[in-house]
């Protein structure tokens, strides 16, 4: 079965309904350190989140994962120093897109675009402990577990241990020149 085709397509504030649906799904909620916030915070997270890299006032990307012309997650970047080269990445997506292969399409779309930016070298994210389909997907694009960070978040109510996952850019080139893949279009 082959996956479908992905495309990563600016935040927007018509995606909203879907990133809200998108947070309140069983696996998001149950997985990941999601704090509760009003629509307006989220609204104004979507609108004011760039999706050109290459605008050097930007420090914080969001994009939508668009699949069979359906907004099915978003991958985001956060925190970028070009000065050190790093960035945190995130990505969600909806309970009837897991387990797909559409996250690793998603964020291999989100690496190609970050890595675009001359200066970046690190990209990492986090895991929660429990959050398996994460880690695999981390190791699955080159990652590597960098350290834990103990009690760091709340999920549900109850604290939880995170895992920091890091890629360096020899290990992202390194990785995609051994398995011989050309970057995704979209």
């Known amino acids: 079965m082959s996956t479908p085709d992905v495309r990563l397509v600016p935040a927007l504030a018509e995606h909203l309904e879907a990133w809200l649906a998108i947070r309140a799904g069983p696996t998001s909620r149950r997985l990941l350190p999601l704090e509760e916030a009003p629509r307006e915070a989220l609204l104004r997270r979507l609108t004011e989140a760039s999706s050109d890299v290459m605008d050097l006032r930007a420090t914080s990307f969001r994009w939508m994962v668009e699949c069979e012309g359906r907004i099915v997650g978003t991958v985001s970047a956060r925190d970028l120093s070009r000065y050190h080269g790093r960035v ?6 909806a309970e009837d897109s897991l387990g797909r292969g559409l996250g690793t399409r998603a964020l291999t779309l989100l690496l190609d675009k970050l890595f675009a930016i001359p ?11 429990p959050n398996r389909a994460s880690q695999g997907l981390a190791r699955k694009l080159g990652f590597r577990q960098e350290g834990l960070l103990r009690g760091h978040c709340i999920v549900q109510g109850e604290r939880m241990d995170q895992q920091v ?14 398995r011989n893949l050309k970057p995704f279009g979209g």
């Open 88 to 93: 945190e990445v995130g990505y969600m997506l």
């Open 119 to 129: 200066s970046l070298y690190h990209v990492w994210l986090t895991t929660t402990e």
């Open 165 to 178: 996952w890091g890629l360096l850019r020899p290990e992202w080139e390194a990785g995609r020149s051994a």
